[in-house]
C-alpha cells in the first residue's frame, strides 16, 4: 500500500471514530478494554396505539414534551406521513406496566407505534398503508414473529383501550402481521377454558374481565364487557391459540 492510501485509510478511520457515539463509562478511572461479545437491542414485539389526539402536531408535542415523559419510536400521522421519535436502538416510554406472556418489560423489547387518531374514527386507507409499510420493514430487519404485533390494549388489558375497536386487525394479519381466524370459527373443544386460553395466547389473566374486553377490542372490534365468552368467541380464541403456535 502507498503512503498516500495508508494515509488516506488514517484519515478515513479518524472520521469513523469521530462519527461514532462515545461509549458509556464508569465516571472514575478505568481502562478501555472493549469485547465484541454484545449486541444492541433487539426488539422482539410491536405495540400499536392511538394517540387520542386531533392532530399530528398535537401528538408530536405531547410526545416529545419532557413533562409529559411519553414517547414512541414512530408516529404514522392520518395524511400518512411517517414521523420517527426514538432511534430504534432504544427504549421509548410508550406501554408503561404492561406484560405479554412471561415478558413483563414490554418497553425494553418493542418497538412502540403510535398512530394519528382520536379513538373514535376509522383509520384511513392511506394512514394503514404507511404503517404496513413501516412494519414490513420493522420485520424484515428483526424477524418478529408475527403473534408478536399487538396493541397497547393487549398488552395492558383494563388500563388502556388502544388502538381502539376500529383498528383494522384483520388488514394486518393478511399481510402476516398479528394473528386472525376467518369466521365462521370452528366449536371449542370439549372442556375448553378460556381463561387458560386467553393466557395462552399472551393475555394477564391476573383481571379476566379485562382480558376479555382487551381480547374483544382485537378481535370482535367491540369495546363491551363480555364475560363470559360466547360460544362462538371461545371458537374464536381456541383457533387463535392453535395459530399461535404455527411456526
Request: proline share 9%.
Amino acid at each position: 500500500m502507498s503512503a498516500l492510501a495508508r494515509a488516506s485509510l488514517a484519515c478515513i478511520l479518524l472520521l469513523a471514530a469521530a462519527c461514532a457515539p462515545a461509549p458509556w463509562r464508569a465516571t472514575i478511572p478505568s481502562t478501555w478494554f472493549p469485547s465484541p461479545n454484545h449486541d444492541e437491542r433487539r426488539p422482539d414485539f410491536v405495540v400499536i396505539h392511538h394517540t387520542g389526539d386531533d392532530t399530528a402536531a398535537q401528538a408530536l408535542a405531547t410526545l416529545t414534551s419532557p413533562a409529559r415523559e411519553v414517547s414512541a419510536h414512530y408516529l404514522v400521522a392520518r395524511d400518512g406521513t411517517l414521523y420517527q421519535l426514538v432511534d430504534e436502538r432504544y427504549r421509548a416510554w410508550h406501554a408503561g406496566v404492561s406484560r405479554w406472556a412471561s415478558d413483563e418489560d414490554i418497553n425494553s423489547e418493542s418497538i412502540g407505534i403510535e398512530l394519528d387518531n382520536d379513538g373514535e374514527e376509522p383509520f384511513p386507507d392511506v394512514q394503514i398503508d404507511a404503517l404496513l409499510a413501516l412494519l414490513a420493514d420493522i420485520e424484515a430487519r428483526y424477524h418478529i414473529p408475527r403473534a408478536n404485533f399487538v396493541g397497547h390494549a393487549d398488552v395492558a388489558p383494563g388500563r388502556k383501550v388502544d388502538p381502539s375497536k376500529y383498528f383494522p386487525w384483520r388488514r394486518l394479519a393478511e399481510s402476516g402481521f398479528g394473528l386472525w381466524c376467518d369466521d365462521p370459527p370452528p366449536e371449542p373443544p370439549p372442556g375448553f377454558d378460556a381463561t387458560l386460553a386467553l393466557q395462552a395466547l399472551g393475555y394477564d389473566v391476573s383481571d379476566v374481565p379485562a382480558a376479555i374486553r382487551a381480547f374483544g377490542l382485537h378481535y370482535l372490534a367491540t369495546d363491551e364487557e363480555a364475560a363470559p365468552l360466547s360460544p362462538q368467541a371461545q371458537g374464536l380464541l381456541a383457533c387463535l391459540v392453535e395459530e399461535a403456535r404455527q411456526p
